[in-house]
């Protein structure tokens, strides 16, 4: 890519989230994100050029020495930072805004700065479409908190019980964000019980809201509706995936064949979140000692009754288990942190140069690394006790809200990279991405959005007395 021959026809829009735009070139297998801000953000309140560029770092850097080691080599590509010409990013602008969905029209891009980050275009596989007619099908989870928080510092029983998730459903709701429920469950879906995991997976399919889209060849194709009244279409995904497992038609469950299309589908997204990204192949998966048997959440459809079958824990390697372990940082739960926020904050009040030393802001190197890893277990009340926390929490909060992608491709007999399944067969590759660091300020918000979805949920769920 020659950074100063850019043309926005090579390129073309591909998603969005809250902060970031991007597009994916016509050809190569690359994707540029670039970031987004307030429309009514004023032209001195925006960030400068400088300062764009290194937001942009700090994200690399993140990626690179935090939540790399964390989370495993395989799963993550950190990307590069690139200066942009800005009349390519202008031009480019203009291009996306038709396609950009409505809810996300309350944030314009950064045509500012020029900086951009690149990186590999994950929905695709380099060089498959050498192989086979039948283009890469990709699978985008955003899976959010897989645990329970067991936190002595939490205050609330509820907490212990039913899972943020599934609490802020309930919120997210009454504010009008959703139409519907989602019946989707994290604790299902990290569970590592094949039968709760396929139920969380339908329930996705169901009810994708943000934490589900599917492309095709880098097309997407499933997704939730911008219209919030209208469902996603099954039927639609069916037709797409039907080539993929050809043999569905004849083989069983011939009077519902879509049915048997969906089901195959889904157990390869399950064997693929359950294996070692695309290298382990070999014997009975580890298990991963503490959680042998999951918790459950009191709020997911996953019948009780059915709890004790089979569930074996998650494969250590696996990249639930990655993600959870990262998550699981998150030892105090927010009600813990805020008055360890609160104690860095008064130290800063008086020290305002330490902000520097403490890597507040970053820089989000290897020493800041350190002190996510050698944070004292026990408060001895000292300042870098809570630094340390917090980093750890901040840390937590990323893996909290990052996207697994999932790619796979029909592949021939004895290629490597295969999901050990009977038939039919694929070439697949797992990968973690949106690893952004969360901000330090964004602490206090946290505490106070966890009270209002306890307390919603209890005001809704509890019959009056
Ligand atoms: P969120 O609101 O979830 O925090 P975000 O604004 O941080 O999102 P991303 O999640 O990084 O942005 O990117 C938005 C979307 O763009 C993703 O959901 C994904 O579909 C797509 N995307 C991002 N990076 C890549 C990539 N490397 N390859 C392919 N698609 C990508
Ligand atoms: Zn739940
Ligand atoms: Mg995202
Ligand atoms: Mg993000």
């Avoid at 950074?3 to 026809?9: F, H, R, T, V």
């Avoid at 309140?45 to 690399?60: C, D, G, K, M, S």
């Avoid at 294996?275 to 709020?299: T, V």
Wanted: aromatic share 8%; glycine share 4%; with cysteine.
């Amino acid at each position: 890519m020659e950074l100063d021959k850019m043309d926005e026809n090579d390129w073309k829009y591909h998603g969005e989230g809250n902060k970031s735009l991007v597009v994916s070139h016509l050809q190569h297998c690359r994707v540029l994100r670039l970031l987004k801000f307030p429309s009514e953000d004023s032209a001195h309140t925006r960030q400068t050029a400088e300062q764009a560029f290194r937001h942009i770092l700090n994200i690399v850097d993140y990626s690179k020495y935090v939540m790399k080691p964390l989370l495993g080599e395989k799963y993550i590509h950190s990307g590069e930072v690139v200066k942009l010409p800005l009349d390519f990013v202008r031009q480019l602008s203009l291009k996306v805004q038709q396609e950009r969905p409505e809810l996300r029209c309350d944030k314009v891009m950064d045509t500012f700065s020029g900086c951009g980050l690149c990186l590999p275009n994950l929905t695709q596989l380099p060089l498959h479409h050498l192989r086979d007619h039948r283009p890469p099908i990709c699978v985008e989870i955003k899976p959010k908190c897989g645990f329970l928080p067991f936190s002595r510092h939490i205050t609330k029983e509820c907490k212990r019980k039913v899972c943020r998730f599934c609490m802020h459903q309930h919120y997210k709701l009454a504010n009008g964000k959703w139409k519907r429920l989602s019946r989707y469950c994290p604790l299902d879906l990290f569970s590592g019980s094949k039968q709760r995991m396929y139920v969380a997976l339908k329930n996705l399919l169901e009810e994708p809201q943000n934490n589900l889209k599917i492309f095709k060849g880098g097309e997407l194709i499933f997704s939730c509706k911008d219209d919030a009244k209208q469902q996603p279409d099954l039927n639609d995904l069916i037709q797409h995936l039907w080539p993929y497992f050809p043999h569905s038609n004849g083989l069983y469950n011939s009077h519902q064949p879509g049915k048997a299309v969906l089901n195959e589908f889904i157990q390869v997204i399950c064997s693929s979140l359950l294996s070692g990204g695309d290298s382990n192949r070999s014997g009975e998966p580890r298990k991963m000692h503490l959680s042998e048997s999951r918790p459950h959440c009191e709020a997911s459809p996953f019948p009780r009754d059915l709890l004790r079958n089979g569930n074996h824990g998650l494969p250590k390697d696996s990249v639930l288990s990655k993600i959870l372990q990262v998550q699981m940082l998150d030892n105090l739960d927010i009600e813990g942190i805020y008055p360890l926020y609160k104690r860095v904050e008064q130290y800063l009040e008086e020290f305002p140069k330490e902000r520097n030393r403490l890597q507040i802001d970053g820089p989000y190197n290897e020493s800041f690394m350190d002190t996510v890893k050698n944070c004292p277990t026990e408060d001895d009340g000292s300042v870098e006790y809570a630094v340390g926390k917090v980093h750890q929490y901040r840390v937590a909060m990323t893996a909290k809200d990052c996207s697994i992608m999932i790619t796979f491709a029909p592949c021939e007999e004895d290629e490597e990279h295969q999901l050990n399944l009977e038939k039919p067969r694929f070439t697949y590759s797992v990968s973690i991405l949106d690893l952004d660091p969360k901000p330090y300020e964004g602490i206090p918000h946290q505490y106070k959005l966890d009270t209002k979805i306890v307390n919603y949920y209890l005001r809704s769920t509890q019959a009056p007395p």
